[in-house]
T-cell receptor, first 111, second 114 residues
Framework: GDSVTQMEGPVTLSEEAFLTINCTYTATGYPSLFWYVQYPGEGLQLLLKATKADDKGSNKGFEATYRKETTSFHLEKGSVQVSDSAVYFCAHGGSQGNLIFGKGTKLSVKP | DSGVTQTPKHLITATGQRVTLRCSPRSGDLSVYWYQQSLDQGLQFLIQYYNGEERAKGNILERFSAQQFPDLHSELNLSSLELGDSALYFC?????????????FGPGTRLTVT
């Protein structure tokens, strides 16, 4: 069935380090792909999206490219900040219109 | 601020009780989704409404029900509550009901069943 697999956390980085969070998906067809971020005590915020193969979503220095061949949508940022500390969720659009989420990756950035 | 509002923010109740969670979607959005977030199950889709009609069902228990009203706000009703129902319940809205459309999430209602 449809699913999303993302790397286990927690991920701990120093400020200005490079970030990669891996995400792969299983789905019928070519669904839209999303990254959401959840800050402590808050709801999920849409970080970026891509709707078709080779699309690159970007926002606030984060990027992810829709790779059809590898069914992947890895999140990257060149230089993380302490304020990026949060839980990151990869998701794809399900056949019912809902979102199918990965389990989330907790990122902690140390000054 | 996503524009999606949820009330109450916190709810503490006893086993066997019934509660109602409320959600108001972003202005102009016709679709409302309900999700449950728990430590062991992660984020699970419960149910979707589109312009007042039920559109899709996910892993929603028979003890749970929802509706969307003419003004497009939605309510999730949880009855015969069990300890395992303790979780964060999120409402999300989108302009339409297709899988291409991003969903905007409310701040959630944290339900604690004691």
């Amino acid at each position: 069935g449809d699913s999303v697999t993302q790397m286990e956390g927690p991920v701990t980085l120093s400020e200005e380090a490079f970030l990669t969070i891996n995400c792969t998906y299983t789905a019928t067809g070519y669904p839209s792909l999303f990254w959401y971020v959840q800050y402590p005590g808050e709801g999920l915020q849409l970080l970026l999206k891509a709707t078709k193969a080779d699309d690159k979503g970007s926002n606030k220095g984060f990027e992810a490219t829709y790779r059809k061949e590898t069914t992947s949508f890895h999140l990257e940022k060149g230089s993380v900040q302490v304020s990026d500390s949060a839980v990151y969720f990869c998701a794809h659009g399900g056949s019912q219109g809902n979102l199918i989420f990965g389990k989330g990756t907790k990122l902690s950035v140390k000054p | 601020d996503s524009g999606v509002t949820q009330t109450p923010k916190h709810l503490i109740t006893a086993t066997g009780q019934r509660v109602t969670l409320r959600c108001s979607p972003r202005s102009g959005d016709l679709s409302v989704y309900w999700y449950q977030q728990s430590l062991d199950q992660g984020l699970q889709f419960l149910i979707q409404y589109y312009n007042g009609e039920e559109r899709a069902k996910g892993n929603i228990l028979e003890r749970f029900s929802a509706q969307q009203f003419p003004d497009l706000h939605s309510e999730l009703n949880l009855s015969s509550l069990e300890l395992g129902d303790s979780a964060l319940y999120f409402c999300a809205s989108s302009v339409s009901g297709g899988q291409s459309y991003e969903q905007y999430f409310g701040p959630g209602t944290r339900l604690t069943v004691t």
